[in-house]
Each structure stands twice: as structure tokens, then as C-alpha cells.
């Protein structure tokens, strides 16, 4: 067994610095890396180029970041929910790259997979195909998307181990397994972390070969983002 | 004339026994509530769920349970969770049946836009270019005007594109309509509306056959 575990998310960050790629999982608040997110803002990186769907809410997950201008460039495919970040954007302080969410996932799944670059039919005709190959296929319009390079994955699961081995929860799974080893260094914190030979190998989502580091989280929030309920 | 929930009961007639349907945020998630009970459809969200159920009783919410518009949902049984990247293969890969969705503006030859106003909202298109782009049934449910009144059927969309040549039916508070070579091809009316109300309301080609019945809701 190949021992993946380090003490916490200060060491799991060894070696963030200024200016770097970093992939970020989650959907909206749900399944983010709340622990990487809260160290990133401790160690006051900037500079940083963030690709996550979303850009978290004006006081948590990553508009954390944003409120201390550590963002340069987010790419993300819906930013809807985040006043400084809309701000920073119209007054030219942040660039942002939006891209088709699909698009976005195979991104990262084509880095993981070792596949440069693929041809989706989302976004032709459109100006996210703006200075993009495209081509035909069958019939059909394509554009050519290239896989991303990033220099640290931070992604959140439910359970893993030592070996880090990974099974996500619910709709929290998101983008995280396709960022997996889709980045130079793959950090994963989870909820609860066991000895390996504690989680079935059946049921493993993510096998341990793409995580380089991984932690026990703390004092995970879960924020709930639209609270929906219906009455009995 | 159709309200929100309306359009939304008139759409739902459109779902068919196996479907997969994905369904926008806005008036299309309305449609979960008016689909017929003697069918089997399971409902897709993009965030990575199939077999989405109503939303939670109150105290049952789970921050790991939602759905694309990022609100607390639950599952029924044969649900099934995934990541982001097999859920775009569900969609690109043409195994969902049925995408509803909003928009902004349709232009009679299926051009979509509802993804941004230059200047003003720029959200992002979330899963709306891969949705489009991909979807061989889409309908789009909509007010067929706009606020300040104008119409939202063009003859070319002004706002920039969400996809193109993709809209298959549109559903508005006034009428169905099919996308076709020769323009919008006005299927049925809504309650109490004219044809003349329609063709004032729709700036786009658009083509009334003799008879245009009222839509049966």
C-alpha cells in the first residue's frame, strides 16, 4: 500500500505558491474543499487562476478568495450567486473565462485521462467557439476544447483511506472525481478518513492512484445554498 | 392566456412513458409537478443526479442532495448519483430524451439565446450550450413577450447565443409553437387567445394553418 496520508491542510498545501492553476471541485457550495479553500486563504496566496464551476456565495467557499483579491482569472461555467464577484468582473479586476459546464467536466476528465484536447458540439455557433478549430463529424458541427493544466487539484470526498481511495456522497461528488489526477498535485480532504482495507474495493469511486495527498477535514460547515423544503 | 404554471401543465404533456428529462431552472422545473402518474419518467439534473424526487419535508434537508439550481431535493427509488463528466455524457451523448428550458429569445429558425446580456447579466450558460447543442427534443418554455413588452419569437436572436438550429417546440403563456423551415408553425392556442393576439405578439416568421385549436389543459 502506498501511503497517501499527510497530518492536515497545511502540509497538504506544501508547495502553493503565487500565481498557480488550481482546480477546485463542487457544485455551488455542495462538496466543495472547504479546508484547501480556508488555507489558501491563511497562506494569502494571490494571482491564482481557479477552475470551478461556480464561484461560491460573498462569504463562503470561494468568494472567500475573492474578497481578499486572491483570484486573478476564475473559469467557471455559472458565477450567479456572488455580488464582489460580479463587481470584480464588470470593474476589469478579475478576467473570467466561462465555459459550457460539460465542456468544463471533460476538461478536467481529458487532463486526468491524458488526452489533449476533444471535439464537443457545445457552444458551436456561439462565441465560446470564437478562435476555436472546429470540424465536422457525421453530419454535425464540433469545437475543438483542450484539456486544462493545472498545478494542484483540491477536491472533497465523504470517506477515503490511507491509500486514497475515495467514495463521494450524494450530489457532492460533482466535479470532483474528474479533477482527480487531472492536476500536477491531487489533494483530497474528506469528512472521515480510515485505515486502508476499511472501504470495500467495490465501492470505491476514485482509486487511490489519482490522489497524491490526502487529509481529515475539520469542522466541515456544509452550507446549503437554496433551502427548499415542501410542507407536510 | 397561460400562467407559469400554465405553460408548465401543457409542457408536461409532452413527457411520455420512459422518458429521461432534464429540465431547466425557472418555469421548466415546474413541469415535474403536472406529468401524468400512470407514466415511468425519471428526472435528470446536470449536478449529477437521476430519479429526482420532490423536495425535502422540512428538517430532512441534505447539503449533499440538490439539484443544478442548487436547491435541497430528494431521490426516489432507482435514483442514481454521478460525477459531473458522466453526466455530460449522458447529455452529449443523446440518452436523455427531453430537455426543457427557458430562454430569452428564439429565432424562427431554433436559434436559442439565454445566457447573457451584454452589459448587464452575465451569469454564465451553466449546462444550457451543452444541453442545446446536444438534445434532439427540446422545448422551450417561456413568456412569449418580454417585460417592456416585446416579443421574444424573432426572426434572428439579438443577445448572444446559447445554440443554434436546436429548438424543436416552444411553449409560451399564448401559444405552441413548432420550429420548421418556413418559421414558427403556430400548433395551438392558449385559452381566450386569438390568432391575431399571436401574430402581433411574435416578431419571427410565422405560419398559421386554418385551423389553430386552443391547447387542451
Redesign the interface.
Known amino acids: 500500500m502506498i501511503r497517501k496520508t499527510v497530518a492536515n491542510a497545511q502540509e497538504a498545501l506544501e508547495g502553493i505558491e503565487d500565481d498557480m492553476t488550481l482546480m477546485l471541485g463542487g457544485?455551488?457550495?455542495?462538496?466543495i474543499p472547504e479546508n484547501a479553500i480556508a488555507e489558501l486563504v491563511r497562506r494569502n496566496v494571490t494571482g491564482l487562476t481557479c477552475i470551478s464551476?461556480n464561484a461560491g456565495v460573498d462569504d463562503f467557499g470561494l468568494g472567500l478568495l475573492l474578497q481578499k483579491r486572491q483570484i486573478r482569472k476564475m473559469i467557471?461555467?455559472?458565477?450567479?450567486?456572488n455580488d464582489e464577484f460580479?463587481r470584480q468582473?464588470l470593474s476589469g479586476e478579475l478576467e473570467?473565462e466561462?465555459t459550457?459546464?460539460?465542456?468544463?467536466?471533460?476538461k478536467?476528465?481529458a487532463a486526468q485521462a491524458g488526452i489533449p484536447a476533444f471535439f464537443?458540439?457545445?457552444?458551436?455557433?456561439?462565441?465560446?467557439a470564437e478562435g476555436k478549430e472546429t470540424r465536422e463529424f457525421e453530419g454535425k458541427m464540433y469545437v475543438m476544447e483542450k484539456a486544462y493544466q493545472a498545478d494542484f487539484a483540491f477536491v472533497k470526498a465523504?470517506k477515503g483511506d490511507e491509500a486514497g481511495n475515495l467514495i463521494?456522497?450524494?450530489?457532492?461528488?460533482?466535479?470532483?472525481?474528474?479533477m482527480c489526477g487531472a492536476a500536477q498535485i491531487t489533494v483530497a480532504e474528506v469528512e472521515e478518513l480510515v485505515p486502508a482495507g476499511a472501504l470495500p474495493p467495490n465501492e470505491i469511486?476514485v482509486p487511490g492512484i489519482f490522489v497524491r495527498r490526502i487529509f481529515q477535514g475539520v469542522n466541515y460547515e456544509?452550507?446549503?445554498?437554496?433551502?427548499?423544503?415542501?410542507?407536510? | 392566456m397561460l400562467d407559469k404554471q400554465g405553460i408548465a401543465k401543457r409542457i408536461a404533456r409532452e413527457v411520455k412513458d420512459g422518458f429521461y428529462v432534464n429540465l431547466g431552472i425557472g418555469i421548466p422545473t415546474l413541469v415535474a409537478n403536472y406529468v401524468r402518474e400512470d407514466i415511468e419518467v425519471e428526472f435528470q439534473?446536470?449536478?449529477?443526479?437521476l430519479g429526482m424526487g420532490?423536495?425535502?419535508?422540512?428538517g430532512?434537508?441534505?447539503?449533499?442532495?440538490?439539484?443544478?439550481?442548487?436547491?435541497?431535493?430528494t431521490t426516489l427509488p432507482g435514483a442514481s448519483?454521478?460525477?459531473?463528466?458522466t453526466?455530460?455524457a449522458m447529455?452529449?451523448g443523446q440518452h436523455v430524451d427531453l430537455t426543457i428550458l427557458g430562454a430569452m429569445e428564439v429565432s424562427d429558425n431554433g436559434?436559442i439565446a439565454n445566457w447573457k446580456i451584454p452589459g448587464k447579466m452575465?451569469?454564465?450558460?451553466?449546462?444550457?450550450?451543452?444541453l442545446v447543442?446536444?438534445a434532439d427534443n427540446i422545448i422551450v418554455a417561456m413568456m412569449h413577450t418580454n417585460k417592456a413588452g416585446e416579443s421574444k419569437l424573432l426572426e434572428s436572436c439579438t443577445l448572444?447565443?446559447?445554440?443554434?438550429q436546436c429548438v424543436r417546440k416552444i411553449v409560451t403563456n399564448l401559444a405552441v409553437l413548432e420550429v420548421t423551415e418556413k418559421g414558427f408553425l403556430l400548433l395551438e392556442r392558449a385559452p381566450g387567445v386569438s390568432v391575431e393576439e399571436i401574430r402581433s405578439a411574435t416578431k419571427g416568421r410565422l405560419v398559421v394553418p386554418e385551423e389553430v385549436p386552443e391547447m387542451p389543459v
Request: charged share 25%; proline share 6%.
Open positions: 457544485f455551488g457550495l455542495c462538496g464551476n467557471s461555467s455559472y458565477v450567479g450567486e460580479e468582473m473570467v466561462l459550457p459546464q460539460g465542456t468544463l467536466a471533460e478536467c476528465r464537443t458540439p457545445a457552444g458551436f455557433g456561439t462565441e465560446v465523504w463521494f456522497r450524494g450530489t457532492a461528488r460533482n466535479f470532483n472525481p474528474c469511486h456544509k452550507r446549503i445554498e437554496q433551502r427548499t423544503v415542501r410542507s407536510k | 439534473s446536470e449536478n449529477g443526479v420532490p423536495f425535502p419535508f422540512e430532512e434537508e441534505d447539503p449533499d442532495i440538490i439539484n443544478a439550481g442548487k436547491q435541497t431535493i448519483f454521478f460525477d459531473s463528466a453526466s455530460f447529455i452529449r436559434d452575465v451569469k454564465g450558460m451553466g449546462g444550457a450550450m451543452d447543442a446536444s448572444p447565443l446559447t445554440g443554434v
